[in-house]
């Protein structure tokens, strides 16, 4: 026979298949890393340095090899291509909006009449929760053209008020159905639970009638 | 140690031939090319000459699906010139406002226009034999490079003991020798702006070139990394050659 | 688990949780001080390589997945669009499919190994066994993933591979039709073979675990063939093993990083980069290299088998191949029981070793037939014939050589001890 069965879980009759002998040699061992097993002096520091690179050489490659599988998370190059978009204003009547999509999300685009701009700039700014002035958020000399992304700062509902048959809350603007903001004729928030104006995305004008977003 | 690296010799180079393709094959003549090899990238000039080639010649019929006019920046075009050539194309877009789809320029974001509406058209409109996508007509080939040259050359006069029908043309690398597309390139076709030569085979290697990048577009990031990690493994494994001999130095 | 004593820990906060549960008392036993023989070889490193490569499948896997699309209209686009706009898309698609072939390798040597040394003997049958279901769940998840990629080879070789169930007497074309989910492989195929794709490799993961736990438990073989005697004989796996496995993992990585980065196609195929076309056969289909000794037995039965000199067929050719192709894998399950020599290694079993090294170039001449196509000539014998005697070497190696060694090899004395047989192999190299 070559073995015999002994015990209850191992087949080996000989000593050196107890544990006990091996965690006494390596508990003998003075090393905190458990590597070192015996003593030569002059080795001692050669060995750990040895050791270190080793070590230093393992966690750098484990490193490196992290690092594509977390970036393949990030946009690829096809959708950082769309990443801009371009509108046509031309076909957009005095008080009306369109909603157009950047990135993936709702874009809103209003044409304010005058008396929009008006009450939006008629607004004392320090009655506001995000203090902010109706000229920053519009291109200068473009002031009709308000551009902002549909998004409910508070939890990322759309809100409605684009249509001429939805409601636009209490100030003429946007409300959110979902938890109840209003926001008025800059796309400012006036009531209910959002902390932000809605956002203005980057874009410029290209033309009097083309604007870029992105 | 050196049984087991054979043992994986004879694995990895259990040879995976197998020609595909029915009747005789002629093996292209081989040739050294820009790309191959170790350090081998793309010569820019050949990929916008092979770019123009396609262009102007092969995009009547053939399509390639995988590309977008920002990949065009690879080449050595700025972004404006990829913006210009762009333009010169107009895409389907849509539906708008009323629900009706419209033509608009091409955008650097829009991938190359097909010659046709979908395959079957391609089919029709050439006599039965659809013209494959070329975008990776490269590495869908045994020697991709060499065959694709192979087969634009490699137009013969007909044996007389060679049956072709009309709309077949005969040609020497082409398994079993019958082609539907007929000769594409000639002398003088496309006039070259850097002074190449306007010859047939000039303009058969630039156009592979240009299919090359077309389907191995990563080809240059790829060896670069390559070399960046087998020298890492190596210095890595060296330090842990002597880390084992070390260990072991008091075992023997 | 959970039972025997418990190893004390300096460090606190590891001595608190081993307490609770005693993860570390487990490392501890199992990898760091674990007695494992003195006298391994670099074909020992092969276990830990195949686990590697294993995970490393996992997790590249995992991350394609996010930009894979199952649907028969996308798949093919959604493949390329991994390699030419996915961040570092390219470099996983490499790993992934190169990786494939790398964990056959590292697994076809383990094999090997075991067979040369005689691993799969008393008391290791189990581990041997569980070692086999590995594989054979790797040779599933490998085929299905070569589904994936919707080119012209992946649809082509779920074609002609889910066809040999219909070769099944009575319940075949249900089966085929079952596994299709339809009439022939579409979408619905596509789509479980996606899923079955992602579950299988957790499952050989859970084997793999029980192979090592089965392990764990009669220690390791070794190139003597005779089990550890004492202390002598024995090295705390950590730092001996440790170090020697990760040295020979990365000189793997580096033949493995060659084909990554400078001939990503080389063992695959041209056709896969045509998309799946059900009108059009290419004109030979070859599965990938792993499959091809298998693929050839299954093309080597080319007659229909039935009871001599009547019409009466019992087995047609096509269950033929089919029952020759998995009874060659299922002659691995029952290896250990064919072969009950007392002697492990080849070390010592000069006749063995012969009849085993042929085995090898049978094995290897095999992959070669099925990479031919079927009128292939091979030096003037046409290939089916090369393809029969290969395979009726096969069988016999296992069926006939196997249990004749067995009652007429006497073999070479073996040494008192493993100590011994090094000393030994020392004295003969000075």
């Given amino acids: 026979m070559i073995y015999k069965e002994k015990g209850t879980n191992s087949f080996s009759d000989y000593p050196s298949f107890n544990y006990e002998y091996c965690i006494k040699m390596t508990a003998g061992s003075k090393s905190q890393d458990g590597i070192s097993l015996d003593h030569d002096d002059d080795g001692e520091t050669r060995r750990d340095f040895l050791f270190l690179t080793a070590g230093s050489f393992g966690a750098v490659g484990a490193g490196i090899a992290v690092w594509p599988l977390v970036s393949s998370m990030n946009p690829a190059a096809d959708t950082l291509a769309l990443s801009t978009t371009e509108v046509d204003l031309s076909p957009i009547a005095k008080g009306q909006s369109i909603t157009v999509m950047w990135q993936g999300k709702p874009v809103f685009v209003r044409h304010r009449t005058e008396k929009e701009v008006e009450e939006a700039r008629a607004v004392n700014i320090a009655d506001l929760s995000d203090k902010q002035d109706d000229v920053e958020r519009v291109t200068k000399d473009k002031d009709e053209w308000l551009i902002v992304v549909g998004i409910c700062t508070h939890l990322g509902c759309v809100p409605v008020g684009q249509k001429t048959s939805e409601s636009k809350g209490d100030f003429g603007g946007w409300f959110c159905p979902c938890h109840g903001s209003h926001y008025d004729t800059s796309g400012r928030i006036r009531k209910g639970p959002a902390p932000k104006n809605l956002a203005v995305p980057p874009y410029e004008f290209l033309s009097d009638t083309l604007i870029k977003i992105g | 140690m050196i049984r087991s690296l054979l043992l994986i010799a004879v694995l990895v180079l259990v040879p995976v031939t197998g020609f595909a393709g029915g009747g005789e094959t002629v093996p292209p003549p081989h040739h050294h090319w820009h790309f191959s090899g170790v350090n081998g990238t793309y010569d820019k000039a050949a990929l916008q000459r092979g770019y123009k080639v396609y262009r102007e010649v092969c995009a009547s019929c053939h399509s390639m699906k995988q590309l977008s006019f920002r990949n065009l920046t690879d080449l050595g075009y700025d972004d404006s010139q990829v913006k210009a050539i762009a333009g010169e194309y107009s895409v389907v877009d849509g539906p708008n406002e009323e629900g009706k789809m419209f033509e608009r320029p091409a955008r650097p974001s829009d991938a190359f226009p097909s010659p046709f509406e979908n395959d079957k058209a391609a089919a029709y409109a050439n006599g039965g034999a659809l013209p494959p996508d070329l975008s990776l007509i490269i590495k869908a080939r045994h020697h991709g490079p060499d065959y694709i040259h192979a087969i634009l050359t490699g137009y013969k006069d007909a044996p007389h003991d060679a049956h072709l029908l009309e709309g077949q043309y005969w040609n020497k690398y082409m398994p079993g020798h019958v082609i539907a597309m007929a000769p594409p390139l000639s002398d003088g076709q496309v006039a070259y702006e850097d002074g190449s030569p306007d010859t047939l085979d000039q303009y058969a290697s630039d156009v592979v070139e240009f299919l090359t990048w077309a389907g191995d577009p990563y080809m240059e990031t790829r060896k670069r990394t390559g070399m960046k990690a087998i020298i890492f493994l190596l210095v890595f494994a060296g330090v842990m050659y002597g880390v084992k001999r070390k260990i072991w130095s008091d075992v023997h | ?357 042929v085995f090898l170039v049978v094995f290897c001449m095999l992959g070669y037939v099925g990479s031919q196509s079927a009128d292939a000539m091979f030096f003037g014998l046409p290939m089916t014939l090369v393809g029969i005697l290969c395979t009726t070497y096969y069988y016999g190696f296992f069926l006939v050589i196997i249990p004749w060694l067995n009652n007429t090899e006497k073999g070479r004395d073996l040494p008192k001890s493993i100590h011994d047989a090094v000393l030994q192999a020392e004295r003969e190299k000075a």
């Fill in chain 3, 1 to 357: 688990m959970g039972s025997g004593e418990r190893i004390e820990f300096d460090n606190k906060v590891v001595n608190w949780i081993d307490e609770r549960l005693p993860l570390f008392t487990l490392m501890q036993k199992e990898y760091g001080v674990f007695p494992t023989p003195r006298n391994f070889n670099y074909f020992w490193n092969f276990g830990a390589i195949a686990m590697f490569m294993l995970i490393a499948m996992i997790v590249t896997g995992i991350f394609l997945a996010m930009n894979y699309t199952p649907h028969v209209d996308m798949a093919f686009d959604s493949v390329e669009r991994i390699d030419r706009d996915v961040n570092w898309g390219w470099m996983l698609r490499d790993i992934h499919m190169n990786g494939a072939s790398f964990f056959f390798i590292a697994v076809y040597v383990h094999i090997f190994r075991g067979m040369y040394y005689g691993s799969y003997k008393k008391p290791r049958e189990l581990l041997w066994i569980l070692g086999v279901v590995i594989f054979l769940l790797m040779m599933a998840t490998a085929f299905m993933g070569y589904v994936l990629p919707w080119g012209q080879m992946s649809y082509w070789g779920a074609t002609v591979i889910t066809n040999l169930f219909s070769a099944i007497p009575f319940v075949g074309d249900s089966i085929v039709t079952l596994l299709w989910g339809g009439f022939a492989i579409d979408n619905p195929t596509l789509n479980r073979f996606f899923a079955l794709h992602y579950l299988m490799p957790f499952v050989i993961l859970a084997v793999v675990f029980l192979h090592v736990w089965a392990l764990h438990i009669c220690g390791s073989n070794n190139p003597s063939g005779i089990e550890p005697k004492g202390k002598q004989d024995t090295l705390p796996f950590h730092p001996y093993y440790t170090m020697k496995d990760t040295f020979g993992l990365l000189v793997f990585l580096v033949v493995f990083c060659v084909f990554v980065f400078y001939a990503p196609d080389y063992l695959g195929h041209p056709d896969n980069y045509k998309e799946a076309n059900s009108l059009v056969t290419p004109a030979h289909i070859v599965p990938e290299w792993y499959f091809l000794p298998f693929y050839a037995i299954l093309r080597a039965i080319t007659f229909d088998i039935g009871i001599p000199f009547t019409d009466i067929t019992i087995i047609s050719a096509k269950l033929g191949g089919v029952i020759s192709m998995f009874g060659s894998i299922g002659l691995l399950l029952i290896l250990p029981w064919l072969d009950t020599h007392p002697i492990r290694s080849c070390r010592y079993r000069p006749k063995y070793k012969f009849f085993l090294l």
